[in-house]
């Protein structure tokens, strides 16, 4: 057993401080939290301690294509099949992929990462590219992949048998687009996920959201609701209708601020989905615009929320705090092992320095954490027990 003392932990999914407490960790949990100190204890000297990041919505596959799309669409840039995005993945090697993926987990370990939900490109190669690159990091991959087939280059046996390949080896499906492959298809896809995650991109671009209305006589919400996804992506353009409706069926979102922005896309109220009740985590979404840095995409979200609404109380900096953490967790079906520290689960926590600038004369922890502190601030980093980072210094280069 592992001890770390002098630990001043933001405890529970609340993240409620609790002071000068020793983190007790055996076979990769968490099995006490208390006030006794030990003669073999890693001393923190009074670091807060939070849990580990949770990463709710990412690409990793473009993560050799970083800053190829600037200044694009996100029509041009990423939708399938003619964005420049799908372009590169489609001349790259196997071998290439692999290594710019292995690249890109690495950089969300040094950034604090202990779960990642990929939205995979590319059938069961592209769910095989990564699972290979993740072999002997730390960090927990949720691989939610899509169908390489679409409706006019398969049979409907076809389809079904590439679906039931892919749900063999991945843990659900993350579909790009509402529009991605016909209403009849996307509910084969919810009905053969069972119990396995099945979310979808939606209201990201205004454009999809007029043409959702214009067809079908509804919003992307409404359409998503009906096919009972576990959670949407994005959101970034809703009305109080969808809100509520998303509140009525308890669907988590998960929003992703920094690469909205970067995109011309808008931005979600998330100020207005924390009054409404719905639960929402954070994600860096695609590689290829946006590091993953859920310290920077806290910030950002903090800080333009308050801005746009001219409102500098809108909400709460814990809630930005909780969202790359609990809320994350929660929206991917994770948080009873990960998102909080808590007794039985897993070892998953940042030891942020209490010593570093950005918390010197700090009289609010938590703004703190969400507006100024980054990576470079971490002094330990363990997952699931596994010390990722020691006294500042990276261990998996």
């Known amino acids: 057993m592992k001890s770390y003392k002098n630990a001043n932990v933001f405890y529970g999914k609340n993240l409620e401080l609790v002071k000068g407490k020793t983190i007790l960790v055996d076979q990769g949990r968490i099995q006490g939290i208390t006030d006794e100190q030990f003669e073999n204890s890693i001393d923190l000297h009074g670091d807060y301690v939070i849990p580990a990041f949770v990463n709710a919505h990412c690409h990793l596959g473009d993560t050799g294509a970083k800053e190829l799309g600037v200044g694009l669409t996100l029509e041009e840039a990423v939708v399938y099949p003619n964005g420049l995005k799908h372009k590169y993945l489609a001349k790259i090697t196997s071998e290439e992929l692999t290594e ?62 590439e679906i039931r390949s892919i749900l063999e080896v991945s843990d659900g499906f993350g579909m790009g687009q509402i529009y991605a492959v016909s209403k009849e298809r996307m509910k084969k896809i919810r009905s053969l996920c069972g119990d396995k995650i099945f979310s979808i991109h939606i209201a990201e671009g205004r454009s999809d959201c007029e043409k959702s209305k214009r067809e079908y006589n509804q919003s992307e919400v409404e359409r998503a609701a009906e096919l009972e996804t576990d959670f949407m992506v994005h959101l970034t353009h809703t009305d109080d209708h969808d809100k509520e409706l998303l509140v009525k069926k308890k669907i988590p979102i998960v929003c992703c601020p920094r690469t909205n922005l970067i995109l011309g896309d808008g931005f979600p109220e998330l100020d207005i989905f924390t009054r409404f009740g719905i639960t929402w985590g954070l994600g860096s979404d695609n590689m290829m615009f946006t590091s993953p840095d859920l310290f920077r995409e806290m910030d950002t979200a903090s800080r333009v929320i308050r801005g746009l609404g001219e409102k500098p109380d809108c909400m709460d900096f814990r809630e930005c705090l909780k969202a790359a953490t609990w809320s994350g967790a929660k929206s991917l079906k994770q948080d009873s092992e990960l998102g909080s520290i808590e007794e039985g689960k897993l070892a998953s926590f940042l030891a942020i320095r209490s010593g570093s600038w950005n918390l010197k004369h700090s009289h609010n922890v938590i703004s703190s954490i969400v507006h100024r502190v980054g990576p470079e601030d971490i002094d330990y980093f363990l997952a699931d027990g596994t010390e990722v980072i020691r006294k500042g210094e990276f261990l998996f280069e």
């Open 100 to 161: 710019a993926v292995r690249d890109g987990l690495k950089e969300m370990l040094k950034n604090g990462i202990i779960l990642a939900a990929d939205y995979r490109e590319g059938g069961l190669a592209g769910i095989q590219a990564v699972r290979q690159a993740q072999k002997g990091l730390p960090i927990h991959v949720m691989e939610l992949g899509r169908p390489a087939l679409t409706n006019a280059d398969s049979t409907e046996e076809e389809f079904e048998k």
